[in-house]
């Protein structure tokens, strides 16, 4: 397990990332990769989507292009407060603080979720990604967006001690294991050279 695979630190290391995060997140993630991603999620006008690990809001945003009806979940106080900010506390986004691994939900609550720059701090991806499954209605998408493995196993030691990095036979044999059927995996890249993200589009059984 990552360093900052553990609340505890996530959430100190957020408090202080929270300052400078949408100043240095185009760099890994910007809106080109969202809005393809976003195809991807294809969802409808009228569906109900939870932003898991919405951050700041910036894959928020994007979501709101698509559907007004978005919530947003996030385990830090300082970067909620950064999409405070943006939206307002009664703007068209409800937030809550929560934690991924005990969604705060019942079952079948949304139509489609979304998680972009989450996963890779989850203490347990496995049982988080069944909480995604739980809240998501039968046959709702699921798109999670991480950070893809590197290819050389010296830096690859170096990035799984910070967090989770995986490919997609991970990523397959995380999702089969929270029952959650894959549709694609598709690697982004904001420019060469750039550290690439694995998105996985997933669905709930029928």
Known sequence: MGILENKARAQVFYKYLSNVYDEINPFVWNAE??????????????????????????????????????????????????????????????????DAERLPFEDDTFD?????GSIEYWPDPVAALR?????????GNVLVVGPDAPKTSVI????????????????DRMFAAADLDVVEHRIQQAKPGSPRAITTLARVPE
């Open 33 to 98: 990769m969202r809005a393809e991603a976003l195809d991807l999620f294809d969802v409808d006008e009228d569906d109900r989507v939870l932003d898991v690990g919405c951050g700041t809001g910036f894959g928020t945003e994007g979501l709101l292009e698509h559907t007004e009806r978005v919530h947003g979940l996030d385990q830090s106080a300082h970067q909620l407060k950064r999409a405070y900010g943006k939206f307002g506390r009664d703007g068209p986004v409800k937030f809550y603080r929560g």
């Open 112 to 116: 489609a979720l979304w998680s972009s």
């Open 131 to 139: 909480e995604c499954r739980r809240v998501t209605e039968p046959g």
């Open 156 to 171: 690859g030691r170096l990035a799984d001690a910070i967090m989770l990095f995986y490919d997609e036979e991970e990523a």
